[in-house]
């Protein structure tokens, strides 16, 4: 009647059918007998909330949790301290064989994990549930569950961004970074030499895969957004050399460069140390024919042949757009409007739109 094909549940051991099946680590389970499987305390109950989906839930020694057990029982840190022999059910030929073989070693909890349901993070694989944040307050773990875009690492341990600031690791690895020889290593023959530093985490980054930026290396999953919210939120938002900004060594993005006010932060800094004169000319200036500026966008040098001036400030063509954050369409000093309030500029149309041209 219902096509047949069913499993048994891994809770009530009846049949299964695939309509009512929720499949969490390979195994089957009723929708209704997907439940917290967490003690609470009292002699003999458990938690038993009942769970929306597998992401929603956590497992540890074949048994599942809702996030609050998990996170309350520290099976995070269990999981991470327990050490898998070889033999193990997980990391057997027969299992291995049914998915195609070619599994590696989990980074966290050492069991064999497949190609289709690996994160590869920093040249090493991991179950997406080991794939969490692994800083502790009060001897709990945060164990939030990271996308690779939001993962940070410091000392061979994964943080999500927002535990990397608040932890101080940044601050860590920039002392490490300082105490580290900038000679070349024995990895770095094996590509061919060439690699430098990641400005961010002090690892080599090879030229394959470098992110160029004001003179400095990156890995792409570095190059991101440093601002921090009120709340103590990490933008963390991956950037590209042309969308990016730098202030004290730290990187923004154009939407944080603006609401976090590091344009103004910056031009006090232009300005603090020449005594109201403006900016002064670099000795290299000369190779030029001199009289380079700095761009007031990007705060490179702009030379006269790429120069465009308006309401006397300078700017490279590429960087003389619509502040608009959706817009950012190219202008020329005919078509641009000058909003003096908030020192901003805008194309004709979003100008308008804003109701700028009312103030």
């Given at each position: ?245 730098i202030l004290e060594a730290k990187l923004y993005c154009d939407k944080c460069w603006e609401s976090g006010g590091y344009r103004q932060k910056q031009s006090k800094l232009r300005t603090g140390g020449s005594g109201g004169g403006g900016a002064t000319t670099d000795s290299r200036f000369s190779k030029f024919g001199g009289g380079g500026n700095k761009c007031e966008r ?62």
């Open positions: 009647m219902l096509g047949g094909g069913g499993n048994k549940c891994t809770i009530c051991t009846k049949t299964c059918y695939p309509a009512e099946t929720i499949s969490f680590e390979k195994k089957p389970y009723h929708v209704d007998c997907f439940r917290c499987q967490g003690e609470t305390g009292e002699e003999g109950k458990t938690c038993n909330k009942k769970m929306e989906g597998p992401s929603k839930a956590s497992a540890y020694d074949d048994k599942i949790y809702c996030k609050q057990c998990f996170q309350k029982g520290g099976f995070a840190q269990k999981q991470r301290n327990v050490k898998w022999t070889k033999g193990a059910s997980s990391g057997s030929a027969s299992t291995s064989s049914k998915f195609g073989g070619g599994g590696t070693k989990c980074k966290v909890c050492d069991k064999t994990v497949f190609q289709a349901e690996a994160v590869s993070y920093e040249k090493q694989s991991y179950h997406a549930e080991c794939f969490t944040c692994t800083h502790e307050t009060d001897g709990v773990a945060c164990a939030r569950k990271m996308k690779v875009s939001d993962a940070k690492i410091f000392d061979e341990k994964l943080y999500c961004s927002k535990c990397f600031e608040s932890g101080g690791y940044r601050s860590k690895q920039a002392k490490v970074k300082k105490t580290t020889s900038t000679t070349s290593n024995a990895l770095s023959s094996r590509f061919g030499g060439g690699g430098t530093k990641c400005e961010v985490c002090a690892k080599t980054v090879y030229a394959a895969e470098t992110v160029a930026y004001e003179k400095k290396a990156y890995h792409p999953q570095c190059f991101t957004c440093t601002h921090v919210t009120e709340a103590g939120v990490t933008c963390a938002k991956k950037l590209t050399p042309s969308g990016a900004k990007c705060d490179k040098t702009v030379y006269p042949a790429e120069t465009i001036q308006y309401e006397k400030k300078f700017f490279h063509q590429a960087c003389f757009t619509c502040e608009e954050e959706t817009c950012q369409k190219k202008l020329t000093p005919s078509s641009a409007e000058y909003n003096k309030k908030n020192d901003s500029i805008h194309c004709k149309a979003c100008f308008q739109a804003k109701g700028l041209h009312l103030a």
